[in-house]
């Protein structure tokens, strides 16, 4: 991914915004992120003490510390561009060779390949909620795109 990215013309890098926390884990799986925790009471006169007993919780969502959750985002981005494939063929591809975990770095030749990039990858991600945060390109067009919709991005003006 990095070896390809300094060969284009126009950089366009963005980062995932808390990608981990926002994949909902499915009912089944939820049971192999349990946890343990003091049951905790208020006593008569308001204060919160910790009881002798333990609670039992599950996560709904991918907790960014378990050694399995770059593995579980990576997959389902990749099986999301396998979904969508005919309906969004460049943003697709480039999930497929240039995202790693929630960081995608690339690189296209035009101004007009990079603006019809952004836009089918917002597309792509929004079916499962993803939103993007931290862009960052060298195209001047991109950059007037962005400024139009309000999208906070940081401006570099070499590449």
């Known amino acids: 991914m990095l070896l390809r990215f ?11 915004s808390q990608a981990f926390l926002l994949l909902i884990l499915a009912d089944e799986d939820r049971d192999a992120t349990r946890f343990l925790w003091y049951k905790t009471e208020y006593t008569s006169d308001g204060n919160l003490c910790k009881a002798d ?6 996560f709904t969502r991918l907790p960014f510390t378990l050694t399995s959750s770059p593995f579980l985002l990576s997959a389902s981005l990749l099986e999301l561009a396998t979904m969508y494939k005919q309906t969004y063929p460049i943003a697709t591809k480039r999930i497929e060779n240039n995202t790693y975990m929630d960081d995608f770095v690339i690189g296209t030749s035009t101004d007009t390949e990079a603006i019809t990039l952004y836009h089918e990858m917002l597309q ?18 991109l950059q007037g795109e962005w400024k139009q919709e309000n999208v906070p991005f940081r401006e570099i003006t070499q590449f």
Request: charged letters at 20%.
């Open 6 to 16: 300094p060969l284009s013309k126009i950089a366009i890098i963005r980062d995932g």
């Open 53 to 58: 007993e333990f609670v039992t919780y599950r």
């Open 124 to 141: 792509l991600t929004s079916h499962i909620s993803l939103p993007f945060a931290k862009w960052t390109t060298n195209s001047k067009a």
